[in-house]
């Protein structure tokens, strides 16, 4: 197989040992820069050296006279030593996972809820379809921030499109425009989240603005069959109202 930028193939021939060429000395590393000059001499002045010995592990006093808080030595530990007592009482700091790590058990609660909305939907019930689109979109807004943002847009883009049927099935024709724009907003070269928002806007009166968004989104699928029916409908529907009695148009969803 042939690597790109490599000039030769490994078929077998060579053994795990074998090189590419005289190989570069290896490079020192650079010593860390040093303090600058002005800060580290503001810092020796102020530097004062404080004579304390331990009377536990947790417990700094003072050398002389072995206490916690010294009147003559000037020396008050009282702080430093609560704070010591209760940093190991504090749980380790999380630490997350290597970036685009998915867990997967938000992945199969966000596909199960959206399926309760799928089966709902297809029973007519749009309220309870709506319900669930609700709780599958919620979960997949709430990943953990280290896991794939496209994976999030796409779970949501695919949700709230749904979500857009449902409302336009109950005859909620502005919240379906809304689910739709934020469709759009996630995922714009996908034709469904124009087709949901021509939708959305035929069931508001608003032919030319549906044509519109028909047109847009054939930009990114200019073969639908579906965008270019509907289209063509929307089209008739917008001639016969300018020619005589408003006529509402009927598509399927």
């Not at 847009?153 to 739709?180: K, M, P």
């Amino acid at each position: 197989m042939s690597h790109g930028g490599h000039g030769h193939t490994h078929d077998g021939s060579e053994g795990p040992g074998h090189t590419h060429g005289p190989q570069p000395p290896p490079q020192a590393m650079m010593a860390p820069p040093g303090p600058d000059p002005m800060v580290q001499a503001a810092l020796d002045e102020q530097f004062r050296a404080i004579n304390l010995t331990l009377a536990d592990p947790s417990t700094a006093v003072c050398s002389a006279h072995k206490k916690e808080t010294c009147e003559e030595c000037n020396l008050d530990f009282t702080g430093l030593n609560a704070l010591a007592k209760v940093l190991p009482t504090l749980n380790e700091p999380g630490i997350p996972p290597p970036p685009n790590v998915v867990h997967p058990g938000r992945s199969q609660a966000v596909q199960k809820a959206k399926e309760d909305g799928n089966n709902s939907y297809k029973q007519k019930n749009w309220a309870q379809a709506i319900n669930h689109y609700n709780t599958s979109a919620n979960i997949a807004a709430t990943r953990f921030p280290w896991e794939p943002a496209a994976l999030v847009r796409d779970e949501l883009a695919i949700v709230i499109c749904n979500r857009s049927a449902a409302y336009w099935a109950s005859e909620d024709f502005a919240s379906a425009l809304v689910d739709a724009d934020v469709v759009i907003q996630l995922k714009r070269p996908w034709s469904k989240g124009h087709f949901r928002k021509a939708k959305a806007l035929v069931g508001l009166d608003r032919l030319e603005e549906a044509r519109d968004a028909l047109m847009l989104g054939l930009q990114f699928e200019p073969d639908s069959a579906e965008m270019l029916a509907f289209k063509k409908e929307i089209e008739d529907s917008i001639t016969k109202r300018n020619d005589g009695p408003p006529v509402g148009v009927t598509a399927s969803s």
